[in-house]
């Protein structure tokens, strides 16, 4: 691959539906969940052969930098990109845009989450590849789709037309989380992928997309970028970065292209978005049950089952739970409504405030 080919790993998520896992002083990026490294350092070592890790550059937050480094310590310094507070993805990518056009102007960039379980490599590395000769074929956004083999309602998907050469299709219409009953005619259909958040284009495409698309958050940019190497541009950075506003390059952006391509990544993958991507990717015990940690069980079945290091969950007729308990909390909830956890956050965050505020009232 040549070299004006760049990286942005976005690593600046929360990952709440993975809480009591994942925290914001530890989020999912930075947890060894799978075993061995963690998932921000397994992206790094995933895409390292095509795109050496001195032409990535991760984005995270500020109070993520000290993890960053620690989790990568062979990144250069110059490629921590950190936001002071996160604004979702088309705020992360255009931002990151700036630092890639100083370094290179022709730049081709392949832009992918922090977060993702692709256990086959080479077969990931042979689609990232095609992506790459058709962004640099083409003046438009090529993504990555992966082809369903369920009705998943947690996934972004993408109606695709014939292909136009090479292995590529043009996107017809992006649709995002649909209700199980649209996702079983998307599966059906044949001509639906799911959108897998891993798309490759000319960083002055990326820059030409938001201008036109979201122009006040070009204009933000563009100050942004008048002070990247003035000594206000901390100053300015603080000022300017919470103003955007908060959406995601798939809507802001791709939703609205007309020159936006699909290749058919021919690769194992998910999202690890919940608590439920265990069952997809552990081993599972005679019971069904995925068990990270001890754990005793009698009648009990199809549950995820996460225990603090030392300690035994023990559990008796339980059935199709997930329970996990860490120095954090404790989470028991049905595999059902995991997507509700972020709900549950919420709720917990407006129940410490109402207790610190009636403590104070004392």
């Not at 000769?133 to 972004?156: F, L, M, N, S, W």
């Not at 996460?306 to 339980?318: C, D, F, N």
Request: with cysteine; net charge negative.
């Amino acid at each position: 691959m040549n070299h004006d080919v760049y990286a942005v790993i976005m690593a600046g998520g929360s990952g709440e539906r993975f809480w009591p896992l994942s925290t914001p002083d530890c989020p999912k990026q930075f947890l060894r969940l799978l075993g061995g490294t963690s998932l921000l350092r397994k992206t790094v070592d995933r895409i390292e052969s095509l795109i050496p890790i001195d032409r990535q550059f991760v984005v995270a937050g500020q109070q993520h930098a000290a993890l960053v480094q620690e989790e990568l310590s062979d990144l250069p310094r110059a490629n921590l990109i950190c936001e002071p507070v996160g604004r979702n993805t088309a705020a992360c990518i255009g931002f990151a845009s700036l630092f890639i056009e100083r370094r290179d102007p022709d730049a081709v960039v392949v832009i992918l989450p922090a977060d993702h379980h692709i256990p086959n490599t080479s077969a990931f590395l042979g689609s990232l590849e095609m992506a790459v000769r058709a962004a640099q074929e083409r003046d438009g956004i090529v993504t990555i789709g992966v082809k369903p083999d369920r009705p998943e309602t947690g996934y972004g998907y993408m109606r695709i037309g014939p292909e136009i050469g090479g292995g590529v299709h043009a996107v017809l219409q992006f649709r995002e989380k649909p209700d199980e009953e649209t996702a079983e005619r998307y599966l059906e259909a044949g001509n639906y992928f799911w959108n897998a958040g891993i798309f490759v284009v000319h960083n002055r495409t990326i820059q030409q997309l938001i201008r036109t698309h979201l122009p006040d958050h070009w204009s933000k940019l563009e100050r942004i970028r008048s002070v990247l190497e003035a000594p206000e541009y901390g100053k300015v950075l603080a000022e300017i970065y919470p103003t955007f506003e908060k959406i995601s390059m798939d809507h802001g952006v791709l939703e609205k292209a007309d020159n936006t391509y699909m290749v058919h990544g021919r690769f194992g993958w998910d999202d690890l978005g919940s608590w439920t991507a265990l069952d997809r990717v552990f081993t599972k015990d005679e019971e069904d049950n995925v068990v990270i940690g001890r754990h005793v069980g009698v009648d009990t079945s199809n549950c995820i089952i996460y225990g603090r290091e030392g300690k035994i969950v023990a559990t008796i007729g339980l059935q199709d739970l997930i329970i996990a308990e860490t120095e954090h909390g404790l989470l028991i909830c049905p595999k059902s409504r995991a997507q509700d956890i972020r709900n549950l956050l919420a709720a917990m965050s407006s129940s410490l405030t109402k207790e610190r505020e009636g403590k104070k009232d004392r």
